[in-house]
């Protein structure tokens, strides 16, 4: 008997793959901004927005449907992420507001059709949020300024 209580486990974590892709589970969207430097000239840069970036991006790349992955990696991180570092897009406003605007279309398609969505927004930087705002709202902001 206690050979089926160990087989058990295992089984789930084979089946598990299938189970997360079943029709029912939500279309996952991720949006990841990594950037060294900050938009103050006196604010020293940072060693490893780039490099925690390229790690959010593996692991969505992993569970999410859609991943946009905006960053300038520095020269070490291209070196050691050459594949990651060619898709990466500089992060700049207008090539963010322009994705954002494209993974909400998609979410709303979703929506209609019936599907559940996740959106994930993943900042490393300086992010210069207001003393007030969340994450959701610089991301509101950014598509409305």
Do not use: W
Not at 97 to 111: A, G, M, P, Q, V
Request: charged residues 25%; neutral net charge.
């Amino acid at each position: 008997m206690s050979r089926y209580y160990l087989f058990l486990p295992f089984s789930i974590t084979l089946l598990f793959p299938y189970l997360a892709t079943a029709d029912n589970s939500p279309r996952i969207y991720a949006l990841i901004i990594a950037n060294n430097y900050s938009l103050e000239n006196s604010v020293p840069a940072l060693r490893y927005a780039d490099d925690d970036g390229v790690r959010y991006f593996e692991l969505f790349s992993v569970y999410a449907d859609k991943v946009a992955f905006f960053s300038v990696l520095d020269e070490d991180t291209q070196r050691i992420h050459r594949k990651i570092a060619a898709e990466a897009q500089p992060p700049t406003l207008e090539a963010i507001r322009t994705k954002l605007r494209s993974i909400f279309n998609e979410i709303r398609s979703d929506k209609a059709a019936g599907k559940d969505t996740v959106f994930y927004f993943i900042s490393v930087s300086y992010t210069h949020l207001r003393a007030h705002e969340t994450s959701l709202h610089l991301v509101c902001r950014l598509l409305l300024e």
